[in-house]
């Protein structure tokens, strides 16, 4: 079956690292995405990374895939206010159409 | 600029009154998609579609309808048979297989 968990809630400090968790269960997932959603607005495409990588890094993202245990995490270095949002971890399998599968979101707070 | 437009961005309905929801997109894509958001939630698909004049139900398609006569467009009706439509309304659109999805910025639908 297609399920993808997160944890609901994360609280950093301005400044600190922060890592957003998220594991899936179907082996056949091609693409592992990270999605950003702040108040009132659709989902923003933050970053990607294919099955076969194990990190792949953008500018503060990194984004490390554990394939063996299905885990992926984004951190976020040098977290900043403006990144206070929802984060949607996500996966597409080897098809096409209905099959994009979303976590329910990690709301990141960060506090002053 | 390319990308996907949602309109309106607030849309109030009343008891037993159909509404459609807009989205139109110029990205050239040939999939698009239909989620819901409901506070604290996330997304569950309503309908999509991969090509012109033929699309599938999703996980909560009952109250809902669609049509795509159009490859740019993808609107959705919000029927009377749908009883709790309060909601966040997002469309989606892909380019192909194994390509992350692209966002609107939503429709919020209230009930007078």
């Known amino acids: 079956g297609e399920d993808v968990e997160q944890s609901l809630f994360l609280s950093v400090r301005e400044g600190d690292s922060s890592v957003i968790n998220c594991t899936y269960t179907?082996?056949?997932?091609?693409?592992l995405y990270w999605y950003k959603q702040e108040p009132g607005a659709g989902l923003q495409l933050l970053t990607y990374?294919?099955?076969?990588?194990d990190m792949k890094q953008d500018q503060r993202l990194t984004v490390l895939l554990n394939k063996k245990d299905k885990h992926l995490s984004l951190r976020i270095a040098d977290t900043q206010t403006g990144d206070s949002a929802i984060y949607f971890c996500?996966?597409?399998?080897?098809?096409?159409?209905?099959?994009?599968?979303f976590g329910p979101g990690t709301r990141l707070s960060v506090l002053p | 600029d390319g990308g996907i437009t949602q309109s309106p961005k607030y849309l109030f309905r009343k008891e037993g009154q159909n509404v459609t929801l807009s989205c139109e997109q110029n990205?050239?894509?040939?999939?698009m998609y239909w989620y819901r958001q409901d506070p604290g939630q996330g997304l569950r698909l309503i309908y999509y579609?991969?090509?012109?004049?033929?699309?599938q139900k999703g996980d909560i398609a009952e109250g809902y309808s669609v049509s795509r006569e159009k490859k740019e467009s993808f609107p959705l009706t919000v029927t009377s048979a749908q009883k709790n439509p309060t909601a966040f309304y997002l469309c989606?659109?892909?380019?192909?297989?194994?390509?992350?999805?692209?966002f609107g910025d939503g429709t919020r639908l209230s009930i007078l």
């Open positions: 579609s991969q090509i012109v004049n033929d699309f």
């Open positions: 996500a996966e597409s399998m080897n098809n096409y159409g209905q099959n994009f599968v």
């Open positions: 990205l050239n894509h040939d999939a």
């Open positions: 990374i294919f099955s076969n990588m």
């Open positions: 179907d082996s056949s997932s091609t693409y």
């Open positions: 989606a659109s892909r380019r192909g297989r194994n390509q992350p999805q692209h």
